[in-house]
């Protein structure tokens, strides 16, 4: 990783990256002080900046500083719709409360929201679903929606370890993904943790780390004696597929049975989108100087080095501003009607879409460098921890690759790169789809997801199911 250059100034540019979409796409704090330390982070000799410092303290300000407004703005909305209240229903009344809501909603934080899955349908039967963790990294936790019935035991179903992006959203974005999978499977996800969140006495966590989680966890899986599926939902399908690679070189009896990549960046070579070309218009140092902030004082991160979350909000949403305008001019006039079920609809979006969680640096800018700027996967010059990653190693790990026709974040054919990188698998353990009129994220989730995608997805899986000694 590149050093820290000394001395340099943030010049923050509102929609910075463009958070590279997906790739290089808070939670709040209430702090007033500048606080400034001279130590190494990362144990690699960086130095954190006074620069940096004071811009992740300004936005903790400002919002510390809006807090006593959004209390006025919330009680006048809730007296405005007060029943007892006599000028309740009057259009005066309706549109205040609607402003004062929406001035709440603009300015508070939006915490990690819950999966909220407490049922799924198996074979015709509700069965519950408990969530539990199972194993727990220092910058994630491998969570289990447990089917709670012995009609869900009866089955045994195939274990899916679904690796969630690492890329400013929450893992519940695949809330959907996992309601999809859980009747006909055992389903495991990677809950990333918040970098705000983790001591800088646990340590970096850069692209190696996050490949190793991988592999620890498949490993961890299958001490059960059946080798898991793994889902590399858009970001992971690099690391993924260089875990499974390396456990396929060392012949690990742990590797996975099967890897579905879906709208992964394996070669953003190929059909190149705006995010892609947004990564090659700048050298790595302009990143770690323009994003790279020093999480402040107190949070639990404190001095840790990140991409934080409101940077990648701005880019969020500057994407498709227009967008976010209209459908908050919409849901200001349910307000006012008293649209109950589209006003529900709006927040239940925007509590997941405005909820973000801040990038180590050493994972954000190794990501950038390696997946998008040297290619390093489909040239052949990808390492891990010094040792070189060959997919072609790869003979027995089926390999699924799906795209969306309409993805403008992973183009077409950036997937299915993958496939070419493996050519020793035997075609029975290969499978490439193409599905017509979606975007990146109807890749894992919507109604064309849940009618065409999980069933060839659950079809390949059970396919390929393989013991340990396999």
Known sequence: MPQNPRGCQSKIRVPVTLHLRHFLCGRERNTCRDIFVSVPLSGQGDIPERGNSVLYHAYELTHAAMGPMRAAARMSSEALRNPFFPFAASLPARATAAACEMFVNATRRYGKPDFGIHETEVTGEHVPVVEEVVLEKPFCRLTHFRRDGAVAEARNDPKVLMVAPMSGHFATLLRGTVEAMLPEHEVYITDWIDARDVPLSAGAFDLDDYTDYVTEFCRFLAADGERVAVMAVCQPGVPCLASASLMAEDGDPARPASLILMGSPIDTRINETEPNKLAKTRELSWFEKNVIVTVPWPNRGFLRRVYPGFLQLSGFMSMNLDRHVDAHVEHFQHLVRGDGDSAAS?????????????????????????????????????????????????????????????????????????????????????????????????????????????????????????????
Do not use: W
């Not at 700027?373 to 390492?383: E, F, I, K, S, V």
């Not at 993958?418 to 490439?432: E, F, N, R």
């Not at 899986?461 to 000694?469: C, E, G, H, M």
């Open 346 to 470: 709006h927040r239940a979006f925007y509590d997941e879409y405005l909820a973000v969680m801040d990038l180590t640096a050493e994972f954000y800018l190794q990501t950038v460098e390696t997946v998008f700027q040297r290619h390093a996967l489909p040239t052949g010059t990808l390492r891990h921890r010094d040792r070189p990653v060959r997919p072609e190693a790869n003979r027995d790990i089926a390999l699924m690759a799906i795209e969306g026709e309409a993805d403008d974040i992973t183009g077409r054919g950036q997937t299915m790169a993958a496939l070419s990188l493996c050519p020793k698998l035997p075609k029975a353990k290969t499978s490439a789809y193409l599905q017509k009129k979606v975007g990146h994220y109807g890749v894992f989730n919507g109604s064309r997801f849940r009618r065409d995608i999980q069933p060839r997805m659950r079809d390949f899986i059970r396919a390929q199911r393989a013991t340990v000694r396999g």
